[in-house]
């Protein structure tokens, strides 16, 4: 049956190369875990994205509940949480799978660090994978306050007091974030848009980055 | 069948274990957050609580408009809405009927056209229903007004959801 509507788009598209052309390369011998059962570290990458695409559709299906008002945030958090079937596991995905992704991004950048895989010609990668990083640091950042319970509160007071602290441009970079003087209403908009539209934005036009340039390069050698 | 005839290549069978194991996986993700973005539509409908609305003293054989307060839970809101009723006696029987045009939801009026004495009519697209709240053939509404559940104690009317009739 799937055979089937495959041919039938295949025959009149011509599928075929487009998808062998992306997907359909050899795995090395020294990354295949089956190999050499070190090869496992070369997994984190994939398990990062992995826990990147479950953080986007969990985060899709939290926001049809989320409201980003500093009145009714809380409650509207605790209502998908407690009154919703399967809240509680939606939520915690999200919840957990935010600190997972760090921890994975975390391990992989390790691979990459003492495999040398970041030398000539994929120093550009490196690059990339550093903005991946703190794009997902400020996920975390602003997905905190989102809650707008007593931790979220007062993790974000902390956040821009430490944004205020740099030289210069300290003051503004605070009322900038914050939306103003107070740390409120409009911080809580601000922090919701950033979470939920400008930072995956950015997140997925820097994975394309970073997948084009792997395929482009293939995986680095072996040590 | 013969071992033979029935030949799956190591590829086949392994593709089939990661197909396996995969589909597994997204729908262990995905199915709690299907079931939470159903939610709405498979909680839907609820117990109703009774408000007190008229004395059955005020009450005619002429339907009489009753305004009178709800509180609606709506998720992390709770309000307080104003509602209406038509109620009206009929012998020993009370009958309260909702005001919510059954074409398209606009609100309908007591005796409001002219043309039609006795009528409950809609201004929207001129839906007409008699005093039982039955629509009237050849309007736009295609089923009588809803009824209000009700309870009579002590003298007084108490109204709950409306429904269906
Ligand atoms: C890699 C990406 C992401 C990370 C690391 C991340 C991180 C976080 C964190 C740490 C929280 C606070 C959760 C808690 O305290 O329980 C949060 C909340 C939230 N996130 Fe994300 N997020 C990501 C992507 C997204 C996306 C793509 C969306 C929507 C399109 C989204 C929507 C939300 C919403 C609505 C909340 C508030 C609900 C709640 O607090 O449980 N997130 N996020
Ligand atoms: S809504 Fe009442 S007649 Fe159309």
Known sequence: MLQKIYDWIDERLDI????????????PEHVNPAHHFSAFVYCFGGLTFFVTVIQILSGMFLTMYYVPDIIHAYESVYFLQNEVTHGVIVRGMHHWGASLVIVMMFLHTLRVFFTGSYKKPR????????LIFFVMLGLGFTGYLLPWDMKAYFATVVGLEIAESAPVIGGFAKALLAGGEIIGAQTLTRFFAIHVFFLPGALLGLLGAHFYMIRKQGISGPL | MSEKEHKVS??????????????FMAAAAVTPMARFALDPALEAGGESDYVSVASVDDLTEEPKRFDFKVTVEDAWYESEQSRTAWIYREGNEIIALSPVCTHLGCTVNWDANEDHPNQFYCPCHHGRFEKSGKNIANTPPTRPLDVYDMEVRDGTVYLGRTIQR
Do not use: K
Request: hydrophobic share 45%.
């Open chain 1, 123 to 130: 120093e550009l990668n490196w690059v990339v994978g550093v």
């Open chain 1, 16 to 27: 075929t190369p487009m998808w062998r052309d992306i997907a359909d390369h050899e795995v």
């Open chain 2, 10 to 23: 190591r590829r086949q069978f392994l593709s089939y274990c990661l197909m396996g194991v995969g589909g």
